[in-house]
């Protein structure tokens, strides 16, 4: 199960339709905003039924996705899950910044629809090797 942490709207059907189109049989979980992600993690690892990854964009409503990262880093929540950015930012900072923070993978949000296609294979590779290209 992924969780994917994203505020827009239009970028979660984005994602989940091209995962349905792909013929990737995997159930997502939306959390609109940093503080719902943290939330559903720590109930998922007290659960032990963790993720087994989580698709984060940067830019969030309440709790940022940076500090998403640093929590789940310092509270130790599901230390087996893949922590994959995928953000609009193509920021080499960001980037550092993020796999400074335990991200496994930083991805940038394509500008094309098609572009998208490259993107998941990237994510599921990632995810199903344990092995992150990106």
């Known amino acids: 199960m992924i969780l994917?942490?994203?505020?827009?709207?239009?970028?979660?059907?984005?994602?989940?339709?091209?995962?349905?189109?792909?013929?990737?049989?995997?159930?997502?979980?939306?959390?609109?905003?940093?503080?719902?992600?943290?939330?559903?993690?720590?109930?998922?690892?007290?659960?032990?039924?963790?993720?087994?990854?989580?698709?984060?964009?940067?830019?969030?409503?309440?709790?940022?996705?940076?500090?998403?990262?640093?929590?789940?880093?310092?509270d130790q929540v599901c230390p087996a899950m893949m922590r994959l950015v995928l953000s609009s930012s193509a920021l080499e900072a960001d980037q550092a910044r993020a796999r400074a923070l335990g991200a496994d993978a930083y991805f940038v949000k394509p500008s094309e629809f098609l572009a998208y296609d490259d993107l998941l294979r990237a994510i599921r590779s990632a995810i199903e090797t344990g092995r992150p290209n990106a």
């Open 4 to 74: 994917l942490v994203e505020d827009n709207p239009g970028d979660v059907v984005l994602f989940t339709e091209m995962l349905r189109s792909s013929g990737w049989s995997v159930d997502v979980d939306v959390a609109q905003d940093g503080e719902s992600a943290l939330t559903k993690l720590q109930q998922a690892s007290q659960q032990n039924a963790c993720y087994d990854a989580m698709v984060l964009d940067l830019n969030l409503p309440k709790i940022g996705g940076f500090e998403v990262l640093e929590r789940i880093r310092a």
